[in-house]
């Protein structure tokens, strides 16, 4: 075609041909290149092209650069698998259920009985590796995924012993488990209500730090979807002033079939209820199950919309060895595909990070889409 356009702009066919040569990209591709820090720092002035720069998500809120057990991916491998899908900002979470280094299992569900509990050991490796690799050309977000929900009492003593190891490189916490029913096999249980008052101190913490809260709360299962609902209400209505993401909207594998216009009237309460409360749109399982199909995509698109400065995009990744480049491509894609939708504001706002900037306080800048 390029070949075609050449011999042809001798006979004035240079406005057709321009528009042949621009590459126009889908969804389906993603135009890494096209995007760079320089792009989301101050003073810069060009705008955002969604149809040559791509419409997936430049921010992964919800990555876990640990595995559930077996081996990771090297920091630095990871870090190409962002520039390669052109997200330059990312949360780097441990994994709130690690099974035990005895074990051998690499995932918790094919070990039903082993015990899958937090723990600092991944917090750590983190950071290590994040001080050894040196990442270029992405910003990443250290996340402490440590706390045990249930039982709070010592987490602000452990805050102090990442201060002490890693003074100032913890910006972020999550995901933590305040009940994920795919754990109950592996020792996990929901939190008790009364554990929540518990969480007071290290709340305070992170009010203190401006440090954001990522919390896996499942709402409930498709037998009864709102089972768990009033323990994240006794979280929002105890902590209103700290900055919480309820990661997946509340959705899983278990409800995978809720009613989306009870949902929405769910998420929608919580969010006029608590106005520090964020929701993360991660995870394919909610592509799948509710974003597919076409009239459920339209009431989630106008929830998007009306509420686009509370939402966060990403992946749920999970850094297993076993996985490739292709996988997080595909997760890149999966968990973007509704972002396609959204009016220039909302696209701004959730897909280019303008909502992740707020909420951290980085000092970048999304830039403004071209019409
Ligand atoms: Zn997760």
């Given at each position: 075609m390029r070949h075609l356009c050449l011999s042809l702009l001798g006979l004035a066919a240079l406005s057709a041909c321009a528009s042949i040569l621009?590459?126009?990209?889908?969804?389906?591709?993603?135009?890494?290149?096209?995007?760079?820090l320089d792009m989301f720092k101050?003073?810069?002035?060009q705008c955002y092209d969604r149809e040559t720069m791509?419409?997936?998500?430049?921010?992964?809120a919800h990555n876990h650069f640990?595995?559930?057990g077996g081996a990771a991916k090297s920091m630095t491998e990871i870090n190409q698998y962002l520039l390669d899908t052109g997200v330059l900002f990312v949360n780097v979470f441990g994994i709130g259920q690690s099974l035990p280094v005895?074990?051998?299992?690499?995932?918790y569900l094919d070990c039903v009985g082993t015990p899958a509990l937090p723990s600092m050991k991944n917090d750590f490796v983190n950071a290590m590796n994040y001080l050894d690799a040196d990442p270029v050309g992405t910003i990443m977000t250290i996340s402490m995924t440590f706390p045990d929900l249930a039982n709070p009492a010592n987490v602000v003593e452990q805050i102090k012993i990442m201060d002490t190891e890693?003074?100032?490189?913890?910006?972020w916490m999550g995901?933590?488990?305040?009940?994920?029913?795919?754990?109950?096999?592996?020792?996990?249980?929901?939190?008790?209500?009364?554990?929540?008052?518990?969480w007071a101190p290290f709340m305070k913490v992170l009010r203190e730090r401006n440090i954001p809260f990522s919390i896996h709360a499942?709402?409930?299962?498709?037998?009864?979807?709102?089972?768990?609902l009033p323990l994240m209400q006794e979280v929002l209505y105890q902590y209103p002033d700290n900055k919480i993401v309820w990661v997946h909207m509340g959705l899983s594998k278990e409800l995978s079939r809720a009613n989306p216009d009870w949902h929405i009237k769910t998420m929608q309460a919580a969010l006029d209820g608590s106005s520090y409360l964020m929701l993360d749109i991660t995870w394919r399982v909610i592509n799948d199950n509710y974003f597919k199909d076409k009239d459920m995509r339209a009431k989630y698109v106008a929830f998007l919309e009306k509420n686009s400065d509370r939402i966060l995009p990403g992946t749920d990744f999970v850094a297993s060895y076993k996985k490739s480049y292709a996988v997080y491509r595909e997760e890149v894609l999966a968990n973007s595909?509704?972002?396609?939708?959204?009016s220039n504001s909302a696209f701004r706002n959730i897909a280019l990070g303008q909502n992740y900037f707020n909420l951290t306080g980085m000092d970048y800048t999304a830039p403004q889409v071209c019409e």
């Open positions: 621009k590459p126009v990209v889908s969804n389906d591709k993603l135009p890494a290149a096209a995007r760079t101050a003073g810069n002035d791509g419409e997936t998500f430049v921010v992964d640990r595995p559930f005895s074990s051998t299992c690499e995932y890693y003074p100032g490189m913890f910006k995901e933590v488990n305040l009940v994920k029913q795919a754990l109950f096999g592996n020792h996990h249980a929901a939190t008790p209500k009364a554990a929540i008052a518990g499942d709402l409930g299962s498709d037998d009864e979807p709102a089972k768990y595909n509704i972002l396609k939708d959204l």
